[in-house]
């Protein structure tokens, strides 16, 4: 039986990636106001992200709602299809909550549903990794047990640039904002039981890679013949930079680099930059 892959369009996968490994984007929705848009569909990143620099409040998003997965669920199911969905976080977002209420709605024990507990590109290297087994005839159990497995032992980080939507999501003050952005400071994150935990601060961007990369090795990280993803909020001179200091210590396998897209970029801010790999490859 053929089995389908589906995700959020909060996984910030290349176009190209997904077209190659067959897999279906639901696209989540950014608001400015009244102003509805579509992730991926009628906004590009960078008008996203220029827009949110002329708007003095942060835009709302809107998760998938259940009858959009109903719909997607049973256009697979019809053509014989199993399908595997893997969504943002939970605990980030309603839209794997509304998978759920899909599937239990359809009652077809053919649509599997995994909370990634991830988001960006993070989600992403779980989708492809599915996906590319998929590809290769693996079952859909031995697929959930695997990404279930490695979703628990991924190296994930991310570089804060700019404090600027902290502070207008009221996360931080005005005074603190100002005193950060003076000193450069760069809160480092990483994504940990499906929630957003801050690591460190640095003083600057490269500063921030440098410790991304030392504590990534600390706790285990190799990433020679890995598959290695790299993120960018519209900063693509700071993905180089990381990039380039990864090849300067590893040889990866390969590097998939990711755009972050409107729905992350909201909390993200522009010019945060990441990367995340497996323990196992």
């Not at 053929?2 to 959020?8: A, H, S």
């Not at 909390?267 to 490859?281: A, I, N, R, S, Y």
């Amino acid at each position: 039986m053929p089995l389908k892959v589906i995700t959020d369009s909060t996984c910030d996968l290349p176009a190209q990636l997904v077209k190659d490994l067959g897999i279906t984007v639901i696209p989540l929705k950014v608001l400015f106001g009244e102003e509805v848009y579509t992730e991926g569909v009628d906004i590009t990143n960078q008008e996203f992200y220029s827009k949110m620099e002329e708007h003095k409040e942060l835009p709302k998003t809107a998760q998938a709602n259940p009858s959009e997965f109903v719909d997607e669920f049973n256009k697979h199911l019809r053509n014989g299809d199993e399908v595997l969905g893997i969504f943002i976080s939970s605990k980030l977002s309603g839209t794997y909550s509304s998978a759920v209420i899909a599937k239990d709605m359809l009652n077809d024990n053919r649509i599997n549903l995994i909370d990634s507990e991830f988001a960006t590109f993070g989600l992403g290297l779980l989708v492809a990794e599915a996906a590319e087994m998929a590809r290769d005839g693996k079952s859909a159990p031995e697929i959930v047990e695997r990404i279930e497995k490695v979703k628990r032992e991924m190296h994930f980080y991310g570089a804060i640039n700019t404090l600027e939507n902290l502070k207008k999501g009221g996360r931080l003050t005005t005074t603190s904002a100002i005193a950060g952005t003076f000193l450069g400071i760069k809160p480092i994150i990483t994504i940990k039981n499906g929630s957003v935990e801050l690591l460190s601060k640095a003083r600057g961007l490269k500063k921030a890679f440098t410790w991304m990369l030392e504590d990534a090795i600390k706790n285990g990280a190799d990433l020679n013949s890995k598959t290695v993803y790299l993120a960018h909020a519209e900063n693509p001179e700071g993905l180089e930079d990381l990039k380039q200091m990864i090849l300067a210590r590893f040889k990866p396998q390969r590097i998939i680099e990711c755009e972050i897209g409107s729905v992350v970029g909201t909390h993200t801010g522009v010019g945060c930059v990441g990367f995340c790999c497996l323990k196992d490859d």
